[in-house]
């Protein structure tokens, strides 16, 4: 019996989706349930599942072909499951007996693009470390390796064209439907908000030594480590309930309000920048975040961030500082107000109590909608924080 495989209902908030990556073949046997393909949206990537056991007879959408919900993407097979269940059996009583399998049946793993760019230059799939779903090898991991080797023959029928010359060469490479998404969003937040950025610096010593005193039995009592952004957090929930215009949006001639906080946190994955948002950041323990915030950060970099914990936030945070920034301007997540920045902490020369004295500095920045929010709540915003980060005790008494 012949079976369709479908694409699974989309998310309203997405239109279409690009096959991104199949992990069978044609003639390939799948169990039920087992992962055939990965479809990429612009927010996340999805898995298709086999809807039953049998062989792969057909692949009717291939890699980059944009499709919608409920169309058909190949067939399955569900006579011809005994079939290609010997062919596994006997695959596996070959290897136990001493024979390795080949590369070429370990790249099958990857896609067809892929698997044509280590067929044409010979190349065993094992020596390339792969940066895709699960550890399966994408295109630039198979062009940076040819790259590192000093091989610059590439395929013209690859689908990123390349032209070499000599020891040079261009490459055109398709955007992915998340950068695409990125690039059109914060085109959309410049072009329909009036940004401002404001800047101040804070003392971190105090969370410094809190985190040393206590970073020990923080660990042994909720079994996470004691990190900087908790701190962040709360002190950004703090000055919001200060100032609830930077924790709304504007809607057409409306202001809404939010009573609640669901905080974003800019994280970088190997697709680019995603936003997965703690909500109802207010009521977490800063054990709980922590947590929350070590399995966001596991699920961007597996690709297995969901819709649901993308979607809404009312303030976002993003932390440059990971990546050695000293200042920068970040943008604003629509539809939302403000964002903070952190940055790196470096040891400055500062006056305290009127003596110069080394402190471990970091530089802030809001950017916000001069629209909704004034300059003078932006400052103040921002003092906010930073009199709670120079005074953690503030966060623990609510003053």
Do not use: C
Not at 23 to 32: F, I, Q, S, T, Y
Not at 69 to 88: E, I, K, P, Y
Not at 112 to 125: C, F, G, M, T, Y
Not at 348 to 368: G, K, Q, T, W
């Amino acid at each position: 019996m012949t079976v369709e495989i479908k694409v699974p209902v989309l998310p309203e908030s997405v239109s279409d989706a690009t096959v991104a990556a199949w992990h069978k073949n044609v003639g390939d046997a799948v169990a039920e349930g087992e992962s055939l393909l990965d479809l990429e949206t612009d927010k996340i990537m999805l898995e298709v599942p086999a809807p039953s056991a049998g062989v792969l007879t057909s692949i009717l959408q291939q890699e980059g072909e944009v499709v919608v919900s409920g169309q058909a993407l190949g067939a399955l097979d569900t006579a011809a499951v005994a079939v290609a269940d010997t062919s596994v059996v006997e695959t596996a009583v070959a290897q136990e007996g001493g024979l390795a399998a080949s590369s070429d049946s370990d790249s099958l793993q990857h896609g067809p693009a892929v698997r044509k760019l280590l067929h044409e230059h010979n190349v065993d799939a094992s020596l390339i470390s792969g940066t895709g779903k699960s550890g399966r090898l994408t295109v630039e991991d198979v062009k940076a390796y040819l790259s590192k080797t000093a091989s610059t023959s590439i395929s013209e029928n690859e689908e990123s064209t390349a032209v070499a010359v000599g020891s040079r060469y261009q490459e055109r490479v398709a955007m992915t439907r998340l950068r695409q998404r990125i690039a059109e969003r914060l085109l959309d937040a410049q072009q329909n908000a009036a940004i401002l950025t404001t800047f101040n610096e804070v003392d971190m010593q105090p969370v410094m030594d809190l985190r040393v005193k206590y970073k020990e039995l923080f660990q042994k009592t909720h079994d996470t480590k004691l990190g900087f952004m908790s701190f962040f957090v709360k002190a950004t929930i703090a000055a919001l309930k200060q100032f609830p215009e930077v924790n709304a949006a504007i809607d057409g001639t409306d202001i809404v309000y939010n009573n609640f906080f669901d905080i974003g946190l800019a994280v970088s994955s190997p697709r680019g920048l995603v936003v997965p948002i703690l909500r109802n950041a207010e009521l977490l323990a800063m054990a709980d975040i922590e947590k929350q915030i070590i399995d966001y950060a596991g699920k961007a970099k597996n690709g297995t961030l969901t819709l649901e914990e993308m979607t809404g936030g009312t303030f976002t945070i993003t932390n440059g500082g990971t990546f050695g920034s000293m200042l920068s301007t970040p943008i604003l997540n629509p539809p939302q107000s403000a964002i903070l920045g952190m940055h790196n902490i470096v040891k400055r020369a500062v006056v305290v109590n009127d003596e110069i004295v080394i402190r471990p500095m970091m530089y802030l920045a809001l950017s916000y909608d001069h629209r909704i929010i004034d300059g003078a709540t932006s400052v103040r915003f921002l003092v906010t924080i930073k009199e709670m980060l120079e005074d953690p005790a503030r966060l623990l008494l609510n003053i």
